[in-house]
């Protein structure tokens, strides 16, 4: 069956262990030779000894049949076996090692690295020869120049071609001298063939003996018979003349033919020049004639007498094959004294022990080399292993390290899988005996197992077995040992799972030690290239940080290398590079990086060019350019930005990604540019003239002559190993225009001017397909800033800000402003982090000195109620306009160029602990600024940002609680409690306050200071505290409520939810009721100075606070055209005090929303759709988002509100004078009493519909077993009863109540409790129908619940017993 040819690495093998003809030639054959440019016959015929296509069937060892696709036959004029010492062939290796080397043109490249990364395609490829060609160039001509040796078969010739001339006076006892030459007779005497020897006789005509033409064919007849088959005819130099050559390309493709040849066999060897073209006189008719001769040569004569050979050979060592070796026959002679077979062992040139070429043992290595060059590799592959037994036996190591080698390359020259124990110890014995077992070490020999076993191992893609394989051989050949290296630092890259990157470096490292020793500098250069591009790669993708670490020092080394090599070839620029690349790692020893950095200024002071030689860039220092700050007048406190201003409570926002963003400064205007700079190296470093390299944009190109900016030269900067610290450089630019920071420059060490580019990438881009396929960025505006000479330049100096605060004590601050810049400055506003912490007051002049200023004002006549109308709208607590707009707290329009105002800033200790307080001070020169913030517009403003830090400590504790009152339902009691919780401060309570719209507090007790007694009646001492009674009564009437706020709420929330149009109204003023009380000296007044709009802004501030957490779905920019800022039924209570003694501090301490428990569950009235009904949503996003709204109010709601008495109930008993028994007519005597009742109404919204039964203590029992009421009404609290009617249906309007009349007889005197009742309440709609709709939660037509207040549906039992005295009577009466 027809086998595959072999791959190009066995094809290698299989050339290497080719067959040998030797080629004798007459003299009139070597000038034909000669015209041709070949030195010989041998010469002229070596390109068609490769690759013969024989296409023959044959026979193995065995008799069975094979194809033989092609075979390679080699040429050799002499035939001789030589010693190879050692010292030879070190020589022999070291010069060829250098000639491979010599060819620089691919010393430089590094196919499969490249910028530190590696190239997976060109790893996985099959052949790694481009990586290396010097090493197949080696490995070429060291196969070929191997000579043949008393052990082996291979390089012996088994044939021997005699030519002769046709044009010879006798050609054919020209032959038969030829055979009689000595060479011949060393071939039949010393070589393996023996008289065996095939000979082949040719007979060639040269063209140019036009005589002989005609009597060539009897010429070879005559030879034919002589010598037999084995005899051809071949004509050449058909070109009688080189000017009669043809076509051009044809004769380039001849003369290719030899020099392609002569370059692929032998590479090292120097190809002469010949005196004529090779193959000048051959046409390519010639061409193909000797190509065919050699091919029948070999078909016909060559391989068939091979054939024979081998059967010979099988026939005579069959029972050596078969087991039965000479181990026997040997014992026997030796105990028997016969001498037969120690005769057939000798002794080589170079000292051991071989057997003569008629031995047994001889014969089985003769067979199994030529089985091995027909490519019968598997019965090779036995018979070595046949003869490899009997050289052991007999001690020839160099025959049996040759049969082991042999063993071994049979095994992986046949396609058959096989696990590396069974090839692999043959290979290691085989290196081992040539380099240890023999008399002579064979050198030779061993590398060229090594090369043959190295590419096999190729061939089966094993490259996990190669680098044990390649290593050997002994590392005391410097240029042999460093070639070996580099081959295994690449099998390591071939590796199968991944390359080892690791093991790739250590072995390129140890092949450029091992060149550097060989004086090959080009390649040691180039594998420490390799091994810095590999570490690149492996940093890269190393997540072991020790790894790393000791990596980063091996890469140090390797540069250090590098740029020693580099200085020795005065390549200065790449050495430079080199020790650059040193001065950024921090894992090298200080000792070790202090050399390294004197030698890279010496490397500067030797290699520089003079003063004006280019800065170089280092990575000495680090500079992180993403930490790098530019700040505008830095000597100002406070942080200078450009931000977008927006009424709504959110804090000024950066507006990058805008038009016109970035930093921008004014013309003449101080920039401090903060580098955050860091030295990487373990050992101290210096650096001088620290400056920027900025690039300027100019506006205008009018004022050329003025100077663009200026630029500072920081100090010089000292710092230690692994030390960061600050450099600051202040730039002032002169004109209008852009301004762009590049990099810095600076001398190291007083030496090296250096420069550190500052370039960041700007944000991903992402809007365009192209953008997200491949990462584009915007230009980076970070150190880049604008001049612009109408920028606001406005200086902003917050002064005397204190560190600590009481709780709920206020200390005065002082912000000011100066204008620097050319233009007037508008909208100067500012944004408070903490509204409720600061109260900020109408500017003044610096010349108005109003230190002395109290935060309260503080008069005589405060009245004890005051109504006054506020705006009852939520604003934005955390933004005051200072100067420029409409609600701006000074009337000035602007501050003009040069003026400068201090605004006041009172500071209170709102809440208790730390705080970290912000404070945003904005301006802008344009005029329409003003009215873009009070339209609620972003305006981009330039700012200064504070950051301070609070501490507040507790000084009073105040607490509120509502008791119900015994005068009217409609009235409750307030209790304050305030409690003094430091240990040495006594404080003076000086007045109370508080706001409602409905409610008057009126104080239960009168308590007020004596002054002139110094007595204070009010103070509270350390640890002490002190209760404050007050008494809450309506000082509204129904009919006043129907426009309460809480109405606009449910309107306004109801429009919200159901219609497409979003409410626009605001809600209308609301008159308050401020209740003071008075209880110093005197008071202070609230409600006609600025500390009502303080008041004001920390009431919406709160009422924010809580609307953003009740109602999360609601955007903050609905909530003031849905809730208003006070509710009707709320009390607000503030508590004004001072120190006594001391610094006479004073505060204030509120509480907000305190609840009255009246009842006020109005807003789940606005979840139910309008009698309109809901609109129509298309999208059902836009029904999803209602119904989550309306549950999420409801929900709330339900789980947060208490339970609430919509009516309660008053009894007023009135003693008649009337007895019982003369109204009964009976002897027994009553006492009746007349009884009012009042039920009053506490919804400001419901009208409710009430039936009311009065119960009599007998009635108990029965009436009350079924609910949870328990009161006790035995014994002789039963003794009365109600008369006349107990059963009453009425309605009682909102806020409204009414009265009934009933009676009651008792039997005896005394305290009684008639507070038996039961009330059935329902809500009426306003136009008379229940509210309750069954009192559950029913589908509307929209699809929505309807929800109602949770008292529509009541049953009320008493909670307090009403007590009444029966006074006795006399009958007289």
């Excluded at 070429?357 to 089985?371: I, N, T």
């Excluded at 309605?1291 to 008639?1314: E, K, N, Y």
Aim: one cysteine or more.
């Amino acid at each position: 069956m027809p086998r595959p040819s072999l791959p190009q690495k066995r094809d290698f093998v299989a050339k290497a262990f080719c067959p040998r003809i030797l080629v004798l030639s007459t003299p009139t054959i070597a000038d034909a030779c000669a015209v041709n440019g070949c030195a010989g016959f041998a010469d002229l015929l070596a390109p068609f000894g490769q690759d013969i296509s024989t296409q023959i069937t044959i026979q193995d060892g065995q008799g069975a049949p094979y194809f033989l696709d092609k075979l390679t036959v080699r040429f050799t004029t002499d035939y001789k076996i030589e010693k190879h010492s050692q010292q030879q062939s070190r020589a022999d290796i070291d010069e060829l090692v250098h000639k491979s080397a010599a060819d620089e043109s691919e010393q430089q490249r590094i196919p499969f690295l490249s910028d530190g990364v590696v190239d997976a395609d060109v790893v996985k490829s099959d052949d790694i020869a481009a990586w290396a060609p010097w090493y197949i160039q080696f490995r070429q001509q060291w196969v070929a120049s191997m000579q043949a040796t008393e052990h082996e078969s291979f390089m012996h010739p088994v044939a021997c071609l005699l030519v002769a001339s046709g044009s010879e006076e006798d050609p054919i006892g020209a032959l038969r001298r030829l055979q009689q030459q000595a060479v011949v007779q060393r071939v039949q005497s010393q070589s393996f063939s023996g008289v065996s020897v095939l000979f082949y006789y040719l007979l060639v005509h040269d063209g140019r003996d036009v005589g002989a033409m005609q009597t060539i064919d009897q010429t070879f007849e005559q030879v034919r018979r002589t010598f037999g088959q084995n005899s051809a005819l071949v004509k050449i130099n058909s070109l009688t003349d080189s000017a009669e050559s043809g076509d051009t390309s044809d004769r380039s493709k001849i003369a290719g033919i030899w020099s392609s040849s002569q370059a692929a066999m032998q590479p090292l060897v120097p190809v002469p020049q010949p005196a004529t073209e090779y193959g000048g006189m051959l046409s390519m008719r010639d061409v193909a004639a000797l190509r065919d001769a050699v091919k029948q040569m070999m078909v016909r004569s060559v391989v068939p007498h091979m054939q024979y050979m081998i059967r010979v050979l099988s026939d005579q060592t069959a029972n050596q094959r078969r087991g039965i070796t000479g181990r026997l026959f040997s014992a026997g002679r030796r105990y028997f004294g016969a001498a037969g077979k120690t005769s057939s062992i000798l002794t080589g040139v170079d000292g051991d022990v071989y057997f003569g070429y008629d031995s047994p043992e001889a014969q089985l290595r003769k067979l199994a080399d030529y089985s091995f060059m027909l490519k019968d590799f598997r019965f090779a592959q036995a018979v070595y292993q046949v003869a490899r037994r009997d050289f052991q036996t007999e001690r020839a190591w160099k025959c049996y390290a040759g049969a082991q080698e042999m063993v071994g390359i049979c095994k992986l020259m046949q396609e058959i899988q096989a696990t590396r124990a069974e090839f692999d110890s043959n290979f290691d014995d085989a290196v081992a005996m040539y380099l240890h077992k023999t008399q002579t070490p064979c050198l030779h020999l061993a590398v060229r197992c090594t090369i043959i076993y190295y590419e096999l191992l190729k061939h089966h893609r094993l490259y996990a077995f190669a680098p044990p394989a390649l290593l050997r051989l002994p590392a005391s050949l410097s240029a042999l040992h460093a070639m070996i290296s580099e081959q295994a630092a690449y099998a390591y890259l071939k590796t199968p799972l991944r390359p080892q990157l690791r093991k790739f470096s250590f072995y390129a490292m140890v092949a450029s030690r091992e060149y550097q020793k060989a004086g090959i500098g080009e390649l040691a250069h180039r594998c420490l290239r390799m091994v810095r591009l590999s570490l690149g790669a492996r940093l890269s993708t190393s997540s072991d940080k020790n790894s790393s670490g000791s990596w980063l020092a091996i890469e140090s080394h390797v540069n250090h290398e590098l740029g020693l090599q580099c200085m020795t070839a005065q390549n200065y620029d790449q050495a430079l590079e080199h020790f650059m690349a040193l001065m950024g790692s921090d894992q090298i020893p200080p000792k070790l990086q202090a050399k390294y950095l004197q030698e890279l200024l010496q490397l500067y002071l030797e290699g520089s060019t003079g003063a004006d030689a280019a800065p170089v860039q280092l990575s000495v220092p680090s500079i992180d350019a993403q930490k790098a700050r530019v700040i505008m007048s830095p000597e100002l406190e406070g942080t200078d930005e450009v931000l977008l201003w927006k009424r709504g409570g959110a804090a000024p926002s950066s507006q990058s990604g805008t038009a016109g963003s970035g930093a921008c400064c004014s013309v003449g205007e101080n920039v401090a540019v903060l580098l955050m700079v860091k030295n990487p190296l373990t050992v101290g470093i210096t650096l001088s003239q620290f400056t920027l390299d900025c690039e300027f944009e100019a506006a205008d190109t009018d004022s050329k002559s003025q100077p663009e900016f200026t630029v500072s030269t920081a100090d010089t900067v000292v710092l230690e190993g692994g030390q960061t610290s600050m450099v600051t450089v202040t730039l002032t630019p002169q004109r209008a225009g852009s301004l762009t920071i590049k990099g810095a420059s600076y001398l190291l060490c007083d030496i090296l001017p250096a420069y550190k580019p500052l370039v960041l990438p700007g944000k991903r881009l992402n809007d365009t397909l192209e953008q997200r396929v491949t990462a584009v960025y915007a230009p980076e505006t970070h150190l880049r800033f604008r001049v612009d000479p109408g920028w606001p330049r406005l200086e902003a100096m917050l002064e005397e800000f204190p560190d600590s605060l009481m709780s709920g004590s206020m200390q005065r601050a002082q912000l000011r402003l100066i204008n620097r810049g050319t233009l007037p400055c508008h909208a100067i506003t500012l944004w408070l982090s903490h509204p409720s912490f600061f109260d900020v007051t109408r500017p003044h002049n610096d010349s108005d000195d109003d230190s002395g200023q109290s935060a309260y004002s503080y008069t005589d006549g405060i009245s004890a109620t005051e109504e006054a109308e506020v705006a009852n709208v939520l604003q934005d607590s955390s933004m005051v306009v200072v100067l420029g707009g409409a609600s701006a707290l000074d009337s000035a329009e602007c501050l003009e160029s040069g003026d400068s105002v201090c605004v006041p800033v009172w500071v209170r200790g709102d809440r208790v602990g730390a705080h970290a307080l912000s404070m945003f001070v904005g301006a802008s020169t344009a005029q329409t600024a003003p009215s873009q913030l009070d339209a609620a517009k972003a305006v981009a403003m330039r700012s200064r940002r504070f950051d301070v830090d609070l501490v507040v400590t507790p000084s009073l504790r105040v607490n509120a609680f509502v008791r119900p009152s015994m005068r009217s339902p409609h009235e409750r009691i307030v209790g304050i409690e305030v409690e003094n919780v430091q240990a040495d401060l006594s404080v003076e309570l000086v007045q109370t306050t508080f706001t409602s719209g409905y409610y008057e507090l009126v104080p239960l007790q009168a308590r007020r200071v004596n002054t002139a007694s110094e007595t204070h009646e009010l103070k509270v001492g350390p640890r002490q505290t002190v209760n404050l009674m007050f008494r809450a009564r309506p000082l509204r009437a129904a009919g006043e409520l129907q426009t309460a706020p809480e109405q606009f709420t449910v309107d306004a929330l109801q429009q919200y939810i159901f219609s497409k149009n979003k409410p626009t109204v605001l809600p209308r003023p609301i008159t308050l009721i401020y209740s003071n009380a008075v209880l110093g000296a005197q008071g202070i007044d609230c409600v006609h100075s600025p500390l009502q709009a303080y008041i004001l802004r920390s009431q919406a501030h709160r009422r924010c606070s809580l609307l953003r957490t009740a109602f999360p779905l609601i955007p903050e920019e609905h909530q003031p055209r849905l809730f208003p800022l006070y509710e009707t039924f709320g009390i607000d209570f503030v508590l004004f005090w001072r120190e006594i003694g001391g610094s006479m501090r004073a505060g204030h301490h509120s509480i907000s929303g305190i609840d009255l428990g009246v009842p006020h569950d109005y807003i789940t009235a606005a979840l139910n759709p309008p009698a309109a009904g809901a609109a129509r949503a298309w999208l059902t996003d836009t029904v999803n988002e209602r119904d989550a709204l309306i549950r999420s109010i409801a929900n709330r709601f339900q789980s947060s509100r208490r339970h609430e008495r919509p009516l309660d109930v008053a009894m007023h008993c009135v003693q008649t004078a009337e007895s019982a028994a003369k109204l009964a007519k009976t002897p027994n005597t009553f006492y009746i009493a007349d009884v009012t009742i009042t039920v009053y109404n506490h919804s400001w919204r419901h009208k409710y519909a009430f039936k009311l039964d009065l119960l009599s203590p007998s009635q108990l029992k029965q009436r009350l077993s079924a609910t949870d009421v328990e009161l006790d009404f035995s014994g002789a609290r039963s003794g009365w009863k109600w008369l006349d009617t107990t059963h009453y249906e009425l309605t009682v309007p909102p806020m409204d109540s009414v009265q009934l009349h009933a009676r009651l007889a008792c039997c005896a005197p005394g305290m009684i409790d008639i507070a038996l009742w039961e009330l059935y309440a329902k809500a009426l709609d306003p136009n008379g129908s229940s509210a309750d709709s069954e009192t559950k939660a029913t589908i509307v037509p929209s699809g929505h619940p309807k929800y109602g207040p949770q008292c529509v549906v009541c049953r009320l039992h008493p909670l307090h017993p009403t007590l009444v005295n029966i006074k006795p009577f006399s009958m007289n009466e």
